[in-house]
């Protein structure tokens, strides 16, 4: 063999921080996130006041910057004299355990039947198909509702019914990229070798399936939190006076030419932690990525 | 007479191939027929156009598929009754595209081991020593085994898929186009590495290839195949001086010879 370069080698972990850094959109994303992560941990701590305290004599106090604003309530009051900023501090724990719930049982769902139909095919890949079908056929929002309108309103019910019916874009990328792996030499290597089904789906599928994972349980992260918003606004998700913040923008939408602010916030608030999680999904795939692995 | 390695009777598979929903499927056969006796220490290639059921035939030998009828022998018992570990000690592949023959997730050392960690080895200490060997067999260097598979040649990458074939010793080694994704250069160190470890390690090949000049290069017997059925086998030589079968010499025309004159006569 002739003498090769020598190559510095590097460790993966050190790779993968120095890309980290290098991705702008990631950082901001991941910063956000933890930021928004942070306040909703530490709530109790940095609200100033109890989100659920009314006091109807300091009704719909404008924010600091107003000129009729005071320190004392940053972010103003709403319709029942509630401290906006601090019901916006814990409506970030209702927000993000939406997200990460409504992900984590839709994801457990949809990687299952997608990398089932993807590896075996046949059979099975007809069912997940059809199921998959059914599925895209029904409006989210409207079985939801209906969902939400018979066992009533709670947060476990929200989760649960966004759980349920959020699979569909992780059955189908799942079912695709298993696919696309499942007909790679090394997998019908790892069959030579004597390795079980298991094994082969859990150490040689998985992790060349699970950078999509990421980006598609980030996207419904996002889309969870923004259906849930959307629901509490139409009054069937989170129920008063849990502070949610479509909750939020629904209590204010009455007072929107006025106060303008009590939408506004909220509805800031959401933007920018739907777009944080995006941007870090986007980033955590292409810093996992092989191809950049240089 | 040596020991028979590999002893194929009158193996048939079919495949079925729908032509959709309602208009039912259609049989294909890929190989029709064939029967393949290997003796140790041989290296059988198998020739043949492109579809023509060399690969597939490959796969019913390493037990990744199941033939319709006909028998598999492989050291004398047959294939089928061969526990799966036990047989992945007995025959190994070297696959076509380095490419895509090792997972771009995991680092070389833990592509190398896994055949050892399958076959339930839980020493890692025993594990690394043996993959160090075994680098060292293939020549890869030593400090690869961190590196990821993105991170090597082609060249380095087949040497890799080599020693991930070769850990557990098998007795038989199946090369399914072995050299066609390199370039010319490093396709003559490969070869040259596979000749010397079956010396070494007294291995049995079957080689699939339509490099003819591989072949002649490599192999002791010579088997042909045309649309899934075994048109011709011989001792490389013979094949080479006298073909039989009318599409054998079809094959050996089309090699290209450097001298155009040479060219010019055989047509």
Not at chain 1, 54 to 77: A, C, M, Y
Not at chain 1, 134 to 147: E, H, Q
Not at chain 2, 20 to 42: H, P
């Given at each position: ?14 790779g ?28 109790p701590?940095i ?40 019901r ?24 299952f ?22 599925r895209?056929?029904m ?20 989760i ?125 795939r292409?810093?996992?990525?092989p191809?950049?692995?240089? | ?20 929903l309602f ?12 029967s393949l ?20 035939l ?35 592949p ?15 050392g ?8 399958v ?36 060249g ?6 080599i ?7 098998p ?16 396709q ?46 011989a ?33």
């Amino acid at each position: 063999m002739t003498d090769l370069p020598q190559i510095t080698s590097t460790s993966p972990i050190s790779g993968v921080k120095s890309r980290v850094l290098r991705h702008k959109g990631m950082m901001i994303g991941s910063t956000i996130v933890v930021l928004v992560v942070l306040i909703a941990i530490l709530a109790p701590l940095i609200a100033p006041h109890d989100p659920y305290h009314q006091d109807l004599l300091n009704r719909l106090k404008p924010p600091v910057w107003d000129s009729r604003g005071t320190w004392e309530h940053i972010f103003g009051t709403d319709h029942l004299g509630r401290d906006y900023l601090s019901r916006l501090i814990y409506g970030s724990r209702i927000s993000l355990l939406i997200g990460i719930g409504a992900a984590l049982i839709s994801g457990i769902i949809g990687t299952f039947l997608g990398v089932m139909a993807g590896y075996f095919g046949g059979r099975v890949d007809m069912v997940v198909t059809f199921l998959i079908t059914v599925r895209l056929s029904m409006p989210v929002v409207l079985v939801a509702l209906a969902v939400v309108a018979i066992v009533g309103g709670s947060l476990q019910v929200v989760i649960g019914v966004l759980g349920l019916l959020l699979w569909d874009r992780f059955a189908v990328v799942m079912r695709s990229s298993t696919l696309q792996i499942r007909s790679m030499d090394y997998v019908t290597a790892a069959r030579a070798v004597g390795c079980s089904t298991t094994r082969i789906l859990m150490t040689e599928v998985m992790p060349n399936v699970v950078n999509n994972l990421i980006v598609i349980a980030t996207l419904e992260i996002a889309h969870a939190i923004i259906l849930e918003a959307a629901l509490s606004f139409l009054g069937l998700g989170v129920q008063p006076p849990l502070p949610s913040w479509g909750l939020m923008v629904s209590e204010g939408k009455d007072m929107m030419l006025f106060e303008p602010w009590l939408i506004t916030i909220p509805g800031v608030a959401l933007f920018a932690l739907v777009l944080s999680v995006n941007l870090l999904g986007d980033g955590m795939r292409d810093v996992t990525a092989p191809e950049n692995r240089n | 007479m040596a020991e028979v390695m590999i002893d194929a009777k009158n193996i048939v598979k079919d495949f079925k191939i729908s032509k959709g929903l309602f208009r039912g499927k259609e049989t294909l056969r890929a190989v029709d027929g064939v029967s393949l006796q290997v003796l140790r220490g041989e290296i059988l290639a198998i020739v043949g156009e492109s579809g023509c059921g060399k690969t597939t035939l490959a796969k019913i030998l390493l037990g990744l598929l199941q033939q319709d009828s006909g028998t598999v022998e492989l050291c004398g018992s047959k294939i089928e009754q061969i526990p799966r570990l036990e047989l992945a000690k007995m025959v190994q592949p070297i696959f076509q595209d380095p490419y895509s023959s090792l997972n771009p997730r995991k680092s070389i050392g833990s592509i190398i081991t896994l055949p050892m960690r399958v076959q339930g080895e839980k020493n890692s200490d025993v594990w690394k020593k043996k993959a160090l060997q075994t680098m060292d067999l293939v020549g890869l260097p030593a400090r690869m085994f961190d590196q990821y598979p993105n991170q090597l040649s082609g060249g380095q990458r087949q040497r890799v898929a080599i020693a991930r074939a070769l850990i557990n010793s098998p007795k038989i080694v199946i090369c399914d186009e072995p050299t066609s994704a390199l370039d010319v250069s490093v396709q003559s160190q490969i070869l040259n590495l596979l000749n010397d470890l079956r010396e070494e390690l007294n291995l049995t090949y079957v080689i699939i290839s339509h490099n003819l000049a591989v072949v002649e290069h490599m192999a002791t017997q010579v088997a042909v195949m045309y649309f899934g059925e075994k048109v011709e086998e011989a001792e490389t030589d013979q094949l080479f001086s006298n073909p039989q079968h009318s599409y054998t010499k079809t094959l050996l025309n089309s090699i290209l010879s450097p001298d155009p004159r040479q060219r010019n006569k055989k047509n």
